[in-house]
């Protein structure tokens, strides 16, 4: 009985030993894999990495991973000029295979999520709109709510107002709920669904004009492309997919 406690204690000291080899080499895998995707994605802050799956030195002699989770930082989204930042963009890589020196990788599929603000949103409208939370109906349609003075939105659109107009349109304020959409893969299109008529020709499409715009997101890591978007009370939500992204480079 003596000398099977003693075994057992060695195989529980042996045991540890191997977990705390296998996490220091994780950990050195990880600061290697974060330094190669920000090279070979051109990404301005090194990402957050982080390596699943146990035993790690059994996937780190293979050179496969099943799972390696990447947080970003710096992602940016820009609409005429204006930056605001893009929070929470996560990238799941699924099948990782490296080569021997970590100098390249393959990703057989990439999940990419990416969340912008209502008060980032607003950054970015043009000027004199406020964006919000449309509520949960049209939340469920991809809708977010855009208003603002109307003499505002029209001055900020550069748009020339008679001063005999402006008097008639002074103090009205525009509410619309516009439709969010992501095409090309990074390019966050908003649309307004319906404006009121005003009493002047031509100028329902400089209206248009002044609450429609696009957001371009910056940063997300190439391969993955953004195309599909949900509306919620902390703002939009931005998901996609890549197959064999390549982090060579």
């Known amino acids: 009985m003596r000398a ?23 950990n050195v895998v ?15 802050a090194t990402p957050d990495v982080s390596i699943t799956g146990f035993p790690f030195l059994t996937q780190a002699l ?72 449309a509520g949960p109906e049209r939340a469920a349609k991809g809708q977010i709510q855009v208003s603002g003075q109307l003499t505002d939105l029209l001055d900020g659109a550069g748009v020339q107002v008679p001063a005999s107009l402006r008097l008639l349109l002074a103090g009205r304020t525009v509410s619309t709920y516009s439709t969010v959409t992501i095409e090309g893969g990074s390019t966050v299109r908003v649309r307004s669904e319906g404006l009121p008529k005003l009493p002047v020709p031509g100028f329902d499409e400089k209206l248009r004009k002044a609450v429609d715009y696009d957001l ?18 902390d703002g939009l939500l931005f998901t996609g997919t890549g197959t064999n992204v390549s982090l060579a480079g």
Do not use: C
């Not at 099977?4 to 994780?26: K, P, Q, S, T």
């Not at 990880?30 to 301005?44: C, T, Y």
């Open 30 to 44: 990880e600061s290697k894999v974060a330094d190669r995707i920000k090279s070979s994605q051109g990404l301005n």
């Open 216 to 233: 371009q997101i910056a940063g997300m890591p190439r391969g993955i492309k953004l195309d599909k978007v949900e509306a919620s009370k």
């Open 4 to 26: 099977l406690r003693i075994w057992l204690i060695v195989a529980v000291v042996l045991g540890g030993l191997f977990v705390a080899a296998d996490r220091i080499a994780v």
């Open 62 to 133: 293979g050179k496969e991973f099943d799972e390696v989770d990447v947080r970003l930082g710096g992602v940016t989204a820009t609409a005429d000029g204006h930056s605001v930042n893009v929070t929470e963009v996560k990238a799941k890589l699924h099948d990782v295979k490296v080569d021997s020196g970590y100098s390249s990788a393959t990703v057989v599929r990439a999940d990419g999520s990416a969340r912008i603000s209502y008060a980032d949103l607003a950054k970015a409208a043009p000027k004199g709109a406020t964006v919000s939370y």
